[in-house]
T-cell receptor, first 111, second 115 residues
Framework: QKEVEQDPGPLSVPEGAIVSLNCTYSNSAFQYFMWYRQYSRKGPELLMYTYSSGNKEDGRFTAQVDKSSKYISLFIRDSQPSDSATYLC???????????FGKGTKLTVNP | GAVVSQHPSRVICKSGTSVKIECRSLDFQATTMFWYRQFPKQSLMLMATSNEGSKATYEQGVEKDKFLINHASLTLSTLTVTSAHPEDSSFYICSSDPRSTDTQYFGPGTRLTVL
């Protein structure tokens, strides 16, 4: 079993839809959870960062962490064509520990 | 926010030559920098962790004599791909972890093509 599992998609939705992206993990020592957005041929851009369990909201984006289920989610409300990208979940044990990435989910929002 | 730059953004070289990629932290001091490689349609693979003033730590399977890392200052780390071959063609991305944030910020990446 891989440390982090993420469905690679692709996922295609109409503009305005609510998008749900998720990852599962096996290492209970992970404490820091991140979502990155990566456009084609660009470096990943940090979208959301959460410590331990709970929810975090930033504009149209909501990140959820359920450590008891080892499950994290990213919700995108009112999705826009500009949200079309690959979304990577990442997690670490903290400090300068290395990040462990999911494979990424390719999202396309159709106008 | 934390800004990381990379240079060059794209490089094409002949097989057998060496290529140096620079990674700079622009608005913070980076004690640690990370180097990743990403093949098309795949996730990021950590190659090595670069520590300022000491030797880099390489991930299993990464040849340290082929991928030379130097982290001589708190704002600059370099990755040199020595004797590059076509199979080294990839997207190389660096990141760093500003001490106050417990996360990593990535550079824009360098696309290497070896002919």
């Amino acid at each position: 079993q891989k440390e982090v599992e993420q469905d690679p998609g692709p996922l295609s939705v109409p503009e305005g839809a609510i998008v749900s992206l998720n990852c599962t993990y096996s290492n209970s020592a992970f404490q820091y959870f991140m979502w990155y957005r990566q456009y084609s041929r660009k470096g990943p851009e940090l979208l959301m960062y959460t410590y331990s369990s709970g929810n975090k909201e930033d504009g149209r984006f909501t990140a959820q962490v359920d450590k008891s289920s080892k499950y994290i989610s990213l919700f995108i409300r009112d999705s826009q064509p500009s949200d079309s990208a690959t979304y990577l979940c990442a997690m670490s044990q903290g400090g300068s520990e290395k990040l462990v990435f999911g494979k990424g989910t390719k999202l396309t929002v159709n106008p | 926010g934390a800004v990381v730059s990379q240079h060059p953004s794209r490089v094409i070289c002949k097989s057998g030559t060496s290529v140096k990629i620079e990674c700079r932290s622009l608005d913070f001091q980076a004690t640690t920098m990370f180097w990743y490689r990403q093949f098309p349609k795949q996730s990021l693979m950590l190659m090595a962790t670069s520590n300022e003033g000491s030797k880099a730590t390489y991930e299993q399977g990464v040849e340290k004599d082929k991928f030379l890392i130097n982290h001589a200052s708190l704002t600059l780390s370099t990755l040199t791909v020595t004797s590059a071959h076509p199979e080294d063609s990839s997207f190389y991305i660096c990141s760093s972890d500003p001490r106050s944030t417990d996360t990593q910020y990535f550079g824009p990446g360098t696309r290497l093509t070896v002919l």
